[in-house]
């Protein structure tokens, strides 16, 4: 079964007007979809590496070798 119908879209990758053939469509061209794919990967990766990062920043703050100055607790 095939549509006769054309509805302009802006493509959600690179922002430029299309006619998609679909209601669905969302991007322009299957280069823009595989970018898009691409970037949410690299998004996921780069916010687990943030979140790693976060939970492990008090463990390297209190690391014995960072702490070469006494506080005044410890010293007392």
Request: with cysteine.
């Amino acid at each position: 079964m095939s549509s006769n119908i054309n509805i302009q879209r802006i493509c959600e990758h690179c922002g430029k007007p299309f006619r998609a053939k679909t209601t669905v469509t969302r991007f322009c061209s299957p280069r823009c979809n595989g970018r898009h794919a691409k970037q949410k990967i690299r998004d996921l990766k780069i916010k687990v590496s943030d979140t790693q990062v976060k939970e492990n920043l008090p463990l390297v703050i209190n690391h014995p070798v960072l702490l070469e100055f006494l506080t005044i607790k410890q010293a007392a």
